[in-house]
């Protein structure tokens, strides 16, 4: 196996744990029934694969763009939660388009509301407050 494969390998994973701990942060908020340490534990652990992928730079940028799928809403969280942490606005631009997209083209599993909500949650998380202004334009 080589570096950049291996290097993949464990972004994927950190992706998809961020995917998954987003949308169990919104269900526990949504059912109100855990408590505020148990949010703050998971937003900590959530934090910590951010930071990897962060690390991991463009390889890290390249493979959120081609594992964010539609069928799964919370990938676009992961996705937008890096492009942001990343400083990369048009990255988070390019984001929000293929969003559109997958909302335009909903099909049988895909539920744009769910979609949205994760796009949402990420941008009131994650977005700079330098960017609201550009990305409002």
Known sequence: MSLRAFNESLYREHFDELAAMSELRSAWLADGECSPDEVAG??????????????????????????????????????????????DLELLRGV???????????????????????????LVHHVPNAWRGPLVE
């Open 96 to 122: 929000l388009v293929a969003l559109q997209g997958a909302c335009d083209a909903a099909g049988e599993g895909i539920e744009p509301v769910v979609l949205r909500r994760a796009m949402a949650e990420a």
């Open 42 to 87: 998971l937003e900590e652990r959530m934090e910590a694969h951010l930071d990897a992928l962060v690390l991991g730079g463009r390889v890290a940028l390249e493979l959120a763009e081609t594992i964010a799928r539609p069928e799964e809403p919370w990938s676009f969280y992961a996705w937008v939660a890096v492009a942001c942490r990343s400083d």
